[in-house]
């Protein structure tokens, strides 16, 4: 007998993509190093100027929420010098492979440093950085040097030269995103993060989540890779000092938002393990309530914000437990009367609005215990994903009470089957699918249908 699953299409798993990537990179690192040794640096001035520049960046290198490693400076200057097709009124002769060999050895220089520190990179971070300048490198050396714009052309129609460059590096951004999720698939840590409705579907919508993550830096590095590619023309390598400025201001107030965010994190983490020490809640439930409630969203689609929203909602979702005289047993509120439930989400929500910051959290915790509620077209704007991340930590909450730490089929069978008979009275249809999805990814040998 065939088993199960024998004659489909198989994927390759991330890890051995991931793999076969950072070893493509790896190749075209050490190939453009061996082109450029043997046929020597063209134009050392403008390397040396962008790759200082790079190790510099490199050096400077953040972490943004969500854990993605970002270098906006050093980002800029590999862009920059792939882009730059004249530098001070002449033609680069630089090739492609020349802006990949700088690129890898400053930014391996670059990440020296932070690494020794004790932040070393993320999985991947140096293979995609030569990827991303290589994809811009060949494009822009191979379309733009190979067939180069007539004068002409460019004294009077000097928006096209303009609309290449920035399709090659939005482009290029485009690639990098797709690396970040192969190389660091996003979700909870632990056996919920696998694929959940297929690696394409859900590959696909981890992109758009990173783009979404990547907004607020990729188009100042866009639009600045490309003030530099085309400064370099009149200005030379003077073209790159006066694009650190705006890149250094931008990355501070990345940094410093990245502080408040981690800061905030950490302290409603800590305070939602208030309801465990006190006996409340079963030991992890707020962060197993949390992580699946996130794997929920990404799995629905939920944007960046929403997603924050919902991850501090989860983890503090039963801190009114703790105006209780006698806790719950097993602090499990899912066996509660339905008025008890919304009392308590009610004094927990009161105890959140407390903190005056986390106004949208106190919301979804307060309409936790919600019965589903179809969405409304008059509803104002925000309401619709208020109720929707209540339903998702209602579901969440429901399972975990049921099933808690265990990892036993049959008990995770049947606590999605009694979640399933509340359909659409009790609990929203798309958050149930949604859970359905991912725990049939996590035990393939489950029947949820």
Request: proline letters at 7%.
């Amino acid at each position: 007998m065939s088993p199960p699953g024998a004659g489909r299409a198989r994927v390759l798993p991330p890890l051995t993509l991931a793999v076969l990537i950072a070893t493509l990179a790896l190749l075209c690192a050490v190939a453009a190093m061996a082109e450029v040794a043997e046929r020597g640096l063209e134009q050392p001035t403008i390397a040396a100027a962008f790759g200082l520049t790079i190790v510099a960046g490199e050096s400077m290198r953040l972490t943004l929420p969500g854990g993605r490693d970002a270098a906006p400076l050093a980002a800029t200057a590999g862009l920059g010098y792939a882009l730059t097709i004249y530098a001070a009124g002449k033609p680069t002769t630089y090739s492609a492979a020349q802006v990949v060999a700088v690129t890898a050895v400053c930014t391996t220089l670059g990440t020296l440093a932070p690494a020794l520190g004790g932040r070393p990179p993320q999985t991947g971070y140096l293979a995609r950085r030569i990827l991303v300048v290589g994809f811009a490198a060949a494009l822009c050396r191979g379309l733009l040097l190979q067939h180069p714009l007539d004068w002409s052309v460019r004294m009077h129609r000097p928006h096209l030269e303009i609309a290449v460059l920035v399709l090659i590096a939005g482009g290029s951004v485009c690639v990098e995103n797709v690396l970040v999720v192969l190389f660091n698939p996003p979700g909870p840590a632990g056996p919920l993060s696998g694929p959940a409705t297929g690696v394409v579907r859900s590959r696909a919508r981890a992109v758009v989540a990173e783009c979404r993550t990547s907004i607020r830096i990729c188009p100042a590095v866009v639009a600045l890779a490309v003030a530099v590619a085309l400064g370099a023309n009149p200005l030379g390598v003077w073209a790159l000092p006066i694009a650190v400025a705006p890149i250094l201001v931008m990355q501070r107030s990345l940094r410093r938002y990245a502080a408040v965010r981690a800061t905030y994190q950490q302290t409603i983490r800590a305070l939602s393990r208030v309801t465990d020490l006190a006996g409340y809640t079963e030991p992890e439930h707020a962060q197993r309530v949390c992580r699946l409630s996130l794997a929920i969203g990404r799995e629905l689609s939920l944007s960046e914000a929403a997603l924050l929203d919902l991850e501090y909602a989860a983890l503090l979702h039963d801190i009114g437990q703790l105006s209780l005289t006698d806790p719950i047993p097993g602090g499990a509120t899912v066996l509660l009367e339905a008025e008890q439930a919304a009392r308590i989400a009610a004094l927990g929500a009161d105890v959140v609005r407390q903190t005056r910051v986390l106004g949208r959290a106190a919301d979804i915790i307060e309409c936790q215990t919600f019965s589903y509620c179809p969405p409304s077209p008059a509803a104002a704007p925000g309401v619709d994903v208020i109720r929707l991340s209540g339903s998702i930590i209602r579901v969440a909450n429901a399972y975990d009470d049921l099933v808690g730490g265990s990892n036993d089929p049959d008990r995770q069978l049947a606590a999605v089957n009694r979640i399933r008979v509340g359909l659409a009275t009790e609990y929203d249809p798309k958050a149930v699918e949604a859970l359905t999805r991912l725990i049939a990814a996590r035990q393939p040998a489950l029947s949820l249908g």
